[in-house]
């Protein structure tokens, strides 16, 4: 199983990136996927999540109304839409994926089998 980020990089505050997480060896519809952050010095953090039905997504407070997650199963692709971005939301972004058997969104790092490697983000001026 291999998770693979891309997308991170520099941006200006108030700027916007696009992240995308790419499965393979696991069949994406069959897990909830979420994307978590670490900031140097801090742990890693819940940043939003999505579930393996009905796309129901939750999000950190932090992030609500400016990250959206997305995924296309077909493309075994997660995505995380960051807009607004600012100076605090510099950090390693993982997606993971959590083998939830029903409907609900994993919110916790011990739910998730499989990590990726991270990308980094940095909002600076």
């Known amino acids: 199983v291999q998770l693979v980020e891309s997308g991170g990089g520099l941006v200006q505050p108030g700027g916007s990136l696009r992240l995308s997480c790419v499965a393979s060896?696991?069949?994406?519809?069959?897990?909830?996927m979420g994307w978590f952050r670490q900031a140097p010095g801090k742990e890693r953090e819940f940043v939003g999540g999505i579930s393996k039905f009905f796309d129901r997504t939750e999000y950190a407070e932090s992030v609500e109304g400016r990250f959206t997650i997305s995924r296309n199963n077909a493309h075994a692709t997660v995505y995380l839409q960051m807009n607004s971005l600012k100076s605090e939301d510099t950090a390693v972004y993982f997606c993971?994926?959590?083998?939830?058997?029903?409907?609900?969104?994993?919110?916790?790092?011990?739910?998730?089998?499989?990590w990726g490697q991270g990308t980094q983000v940095t909002v600076s001026s």
């Open positions: 993971a994926a959590c083998p939830a058997r029903d409907s609900r969104v994993c919110v916790t790092t011990r739910e998730y089998l499989y």
């Open positions: 060896g696991l069949t994406l519809r069959n897990f909830a």
